[in-house]
């Protein structure tokens, strides 16, 4: 999306350091964007925002935890004098197995992150965007919201809170001029898909490298998100696996 201009916008990114996180971060910042990046990998950001340069901030962040996130929100608003917009990305696959069998600890751990993590986003971003009439927040989705997959009870499950917490937010906040709504991106070319591959347990497990998408494409797809050409989909989810958003973003 080279004709979308974010000059002086503030955008905040969770799950910054790698995938679809720091594809995102680079092409916010090439739309004129200042970027915060939120992780919990500290090197990693710290490089990443090392390459951006000035416009971005590196803020090491474990979503699971609310303060963490509101602190995170509150730097990259003193940074760069305010917050427009939020995409709640941080997510992880694990544990993959089958419900007899999973460990309910680590089931835990991915409601904390997948879920947990992207209500403490919108919690920490809403009462500000609220305030000022204006912001948008996006979630990273997935079609594992929308149906069940076996072999993965925690992300599916994660993944379908997310969905129903954009369209609670929708819900809430469009009156206030603030634009909730989801991406799912399909099967990207991220370390996540190299997890999904080693366990072998489903059919997304036997897709071959080539059959995922770039991770640019997401990135390129969540700046059309941030235009009113995406207001048709506030509340839901965009799917990149449809030929008319592909087309509508110009990956096509």
């Known amino acids: 999306m080279k004709n979308v201009d974010l000059t002086g916008k503030t955008v905040l990114i969770s799950g910054a350091s790698r995938g679809i996180g720091a594809a995102a971060a680079l092409a916010f910042a090439d739309a004129g964007a200042n970027v915060a990046l939120l992780a919990r990998s500290r090197d990693a950001i710290t490089e990443l925002a ?9 803020v090491p962040c ?17 940074a760069f004098g305010g917050l427009d917009v939020v ?51 996006i979630n990273i989705s997935s079609g594992a919201a929308h149906g069940p997959v076996e072999g993965w009870a925690a992300y599916c499950s994660s993944k379908a809170g997310a969905l129903m917490l954009t369209g609670v937010g929708d819900k809430e906040a469009r009156g206030a001029g603030v634009r909730v709504l989801g991406l799912s991106p399909g099967t ?16 997304v497990s036997q897709l071959a490298w080539e059959d995922h998408i770039p991770p640019e494409w997401p990135a390129q ?32």
């Open 188 to 203: 990207v070319a991220t370390e996540m898909q190299r997890e999904i591959k080693a366990s072998g347990i489903n059919p």
């Open 62 to 78: 474990d979503v699971s935890r609310y303060w963490e996130v509101e602190q995170a929100m509150n730097a990259a608003r003193d």
């Open 50 to 58: 090392g390459q951006i340069g000035p416009k971005a901030l590196a």
């Open 87 to 137: 995409i709640n990305n941080a997510g992880i696959i694990d544990p993959i197995g089958h419900l007899a069998t999973i460990d309910p600890e680590a089931y835990s751990h991915t409601i904390d992150i997948n879920l947990k993590g992207v209500m403490h986003g919108m919690r920490a971003a809403l009462p500000g965007m609220i305030a000022q009439g204006s912001g948008t927040i």
């Open 221 to 252: 797809t969540l700046l059309w998100m941030c235009t009113a050409a995406a207001d048709e989909y506030l509340g839901g989810d965009v799917s990149l696996r449809e030929e008319g958003v592909r087309r509508a973003v110009g990956l096509i």
